[in-house]
């Protein structure tokens, strides 16, 4: 029995002070305050990162998908352009081949030469080596089905002997009774690719593919694409080419590795092209990953700074610890203007710095994004402005044009002074948005324009209360909702009608109502139209989608748009907007204008 209780004795439990067991207490729940914040915080910061990223990938593939469509745009233009000049069917080979280096080489900025070939042998180019082009199989194979005239043709992407790896586009631009005449453009692939990265692209993480309308790699840079010498062809590396055949915007790839990818893409070119954005989430979460690290060695920190004051932790240490958890859950809900204020020299006080400083550079780099989403927005706002000028000054001139043939000469002064009076208008005024007065002055020159062009389809009536007229709106605000009304309304109606534009005072806003008596639409239709301009989809109503979007942009959840319609029976347009005058001109066209010094609009 003396044994047993020796042995006993030496299992007797140890006693715990309560000051042991305060700090333990007390280092658990520190480290669990600061593990949990610094996941809440790691997880907050990575989505939001993910988010703008994504986000920015988005609008980078809208903005390059915009370019390459300019640039095919420009290409069409340029044959249609030249496919009638006889200097290419009258001139000497010399004569041709020079006027095609002087001067048809420079409309072209990413094309790399241009080629004439007379019955696919006789070559007339811009580049040293033509006469190698006949020795491609593939490029005489493709020429050969070029059989409309006037109809562009897209060859390859393939390896030229004159231009190297490349996209060709060709044309017949024959003429009756001569022989058969072939134009040939090469795209320099590397300079257009270039040109589609957005300048402020460089801060982005990804990679751009350009791929053609059958998924074929059109140009890339790795790690994502790769040009193969032996075959010459550039090859997709790292992602399966049957990802591309569903249709799809953006999507989340998970490799069989570790890889996960996100892609966007844009495909709205009239050839098919694809602009396809790929960035690598790992590469994007790995400034977060240093930020673990970081913890990891605050809570090694903690560590020490417990175990050396564990005697007054409960005086020194729980209070200040207690603060910094609170900033940094505030911190992980998004609450950057918060700061620790503890004047400390110890381990905590630099803890509360350093947590000060990393928080202030984060509300410093929302700052710049928030700036920067400004300045786009503003970019956005003038090229839906400036979108509509072409499309005005083409339809006026064409006006003018019919009065011309018709031998109405005095009547086509007038008319040139109307457009006089809409040139100066735009020429005149500032970027900023003028008084309705000035706007429905413009808009009686343009009404004159087009009564002229269409004789007998419409009487213009129009009620404008006057409290409206110091009104501001953009200009050429309402000449396309006219316009709109003229050509979709009254002009299909085939009888005299009226179009009537009013305006009236309601309170804190004004109301501005556009009427024809013309073919009006469905209620399906009306519906339909108003879901597209909601959703900022094309409508094939140009006016009325680019009015609404630079309202939208100018005015936000101010502006309201409602469409009444019924078949026989008309359209009518009802804006509602907000109350904005000239004396508030100042601190309102503030939020358009860049320090950037621009050239005056032309309408």
């Not at 417990?306 to 020194?316: C, E, K, M, P």
């Amino acid at each position: 029995m003396k044994g047993k209780r020796k042995k006993m004795a030496r299992w007797k439990p140890i006693r715990v002070k309560l000051a042991a067991k305060m700090f333990v207490m007390s280092f658990v729940l520190v480290e669990s305050i600061i593990l949990l914040l610094g996941f809440s915080y790691y997880r907050y910061s990575s989505a939001t990162l993910i988010r703008a990223q994504t986000e920015y990938a988005r609008q980078m593939v809208q903005k390059s998908d915009e370019y390459l469509q300019l640039n095919l745009a420009n290409i069409r233009s340029f044959f249609l352009s030249v496919a009638n000049d006889g200097r290419l069917q009258r001139g000497t080979p010399a004569e041709n081949r020079r006027w095609l280096n002087d001067n048809l080489i420079y409309y072209m900025p990413n094309a790399s030469n241009i080629h004439l070939l007379a019955d696919g042998q006789e070559i007339v180019s811009t580049a040293v080596n033509s006469w190698e082009l006949p020795k491609s199989d593939y490029l005489m194979q493709k020429l050969a089905a070029v059989l409309k005239r006037g109809e562009l043709f897209w060859i390859g992407p393939y390896f030229s002997p004159a231009s190297g790896y490349t996209v060709s586009v060709a044309m017949d631009i024959s003429t009756p009774g001569n022989p058969r005449l072939l134009m040939l453009v090469d795209l320099d692939l590397p300079k257009l690719y270039r040109a589609l990265i957005p300048e402020d692209g460089s801060t982005m993480q990804g990679s751009l593919l350009l791929m053609d309308g059958d998924n074929r790699l059109v140009y890339a840079r790795p790690p994502y694409g790769s040009y193969s010498v032996f075959d010459k062809k550039f090859e997709l590396t790292g992602i399966p080419e049957s990802l591309f055949h569903t249709r799809w915007l953006q999507y989340d790839w998970h490799g069989p590795g570790a890889e996960e990818l996100f892609l966007t893409r844009s495909r709205t070119n009239f050839v098919g092209w694809q602009v396809v954005w790929v960035t690598d989430k790992r590469t994007l979460l790995s400034p977060l990953e240093r930020l673990v690290e970081y913890s990891g060695l605050l809570a090694g920190l903690s560590l020490l700074l417990s175990l050396a004051i564990a005697g007054v932790i409960s005086v020194l240490v729980s209070r200040p610890i207690r603060r910094i958890a609170r900033t940094m859950n505030e911190v992980s809900k998004g609450k950057l203007d918060v700061a620790i204020h503890m004047p400390r020299t110890d381990e905590l006080g630099f803890l509360a710095s350093q947590f000060n400083r990393m928080v202030g550079r984060i509300r410093g780099l929302i700052e710049d994004l928030r700036a920067t989403e400004e300045q786009r927005k503003i970019a956005d706002f003038k090229a839906l402005q400036a979108q509509i000028k072409p499309h005005f000054l083409f339809n006026t001139l064409n006006t003018i044009s019919v009065v011309v043939r018709r031998g109405e000469l005095s009547r086509a002064d007038a008319l040139i002074s109307a457009l006089t009076d809409q040139l100066r208008y735009s020429l005149d005024a500032s970027p900023a948005p003028v008084p309705l007065r000035e706007e429905l002055k413009s808009l009686e020159s343009y009404i004159v324009l087009m009564a002229a062009r269409y004789p007998g389809a419409f009487t213009f009536e129009s009620d404008i209360d006057p409290l409206v007229l110091d009104c501001l709106i953009p200009k050429f605000a309402l000449q396309p909702l006219v316009e709109n009304a003229i050509f979709h309304g009254l002009v299909p109606a085939g009888r005299e009608e009226t179009l009537f534009v009013g305006a009236s005072m309601d309170g804190e806003t004004w109301d501005i109502m556009i009427e024809d008596g013309g073919v009006g639409m469905t209620e399906d239709k009306v519906r339909e139209l108003t879901a597209q301009l909601e959703r900022d989809e094309p409508t094939g109503r140009i006016g009325v989608a680019n009015v609404h979007r630079r309202l939208k942009h100018l005015f936000g959840d101010r502006y309201k748009l409602r469409i009444e319609s019924a078949p026989d029976a008309g359209t009518r347009l009802l804006l509602t907007l907000p109350v904005v005058v000239e004396r508030e001109k100042s601190e309102f066209a503030g939020n358009l204008e860049t320090d950037v010094k621009e050239e005056k609009p032309v309408p």
